[in-house]
């Protein structure tokens, strides 16, 4: 059984292709590819069709992994398609509880950090208008999360009808 995440920050440029690629880097090192599949997604439609952000970029090949990708943008479909909807910062994540307005699919939407073992931050700051040492925080801090988060999903699994 494959489970399927999707990671949504506000544009899809930073935060969540980090998210996506890093989870992809310890999916690849755990030989996992075949019960983890991940995604990303924005809830703005700013970047759709962008490459990951430049600085952010640079920030993943200092520790070894390589973002790829282009943005889109979340839609209500993504409900269906996706197991955990894995959210970078409170907005983020009402603005995905938004377009679920029944709450049908509120158990799937989680925050990031929920998953951090080592750093206590409750959300995934947004880099974009900050320095490079932000860029490199966030790379670290989203290591630290998927670490946990690949952790919680194998220990976890999901019972789906797909």
Not at 59 to 79: C, E, H, P, S, T
């Amino acid at each position: 059984m494959t489970t399927r995440l999707l990671f949504v920050c506000l544009g899809n440029i930073c935060r969540s292709p980090s998210a996506e690629n890093i989870m992809n880097h310890l999916i690849a090192q755990r030989q996992l590819g075949n019960r983890v599949v991940c995604d990303s997604a924005g809830t703005a439609s700013y970047h759709v069709g962008s490459c990951p952000d430049r600085r952010m970029t640079q920030a993943a090949k200092a520790k070894g992994i390589d973002l790829v990708g282009q943005a889109r943008q979340f839609n209500v479909v993504d409900f269906d398609r996706f197991d955990y909807i894995l959210a970078m910062d409170r907005q983020n994540y009402r603005d995905i509880l938004a377009l679920d307005p029944a709450g049908q699919h509120a158990d799937k939407v989680r925050l990031m950090c929920d998953f951090c073992r080592t750093h206590p931050d409750r959300e995934v700051p947004d880099p974009y208008y900050g320095g490079p040492e932000g860029f490199t925080y966030v790379i670290e801090l989203l290591l630290d999360a998927c670490e946990g988060f690949l952790d919680h999903i194998l220990e976890h699994p999901v019972a789906t009808s797909r």
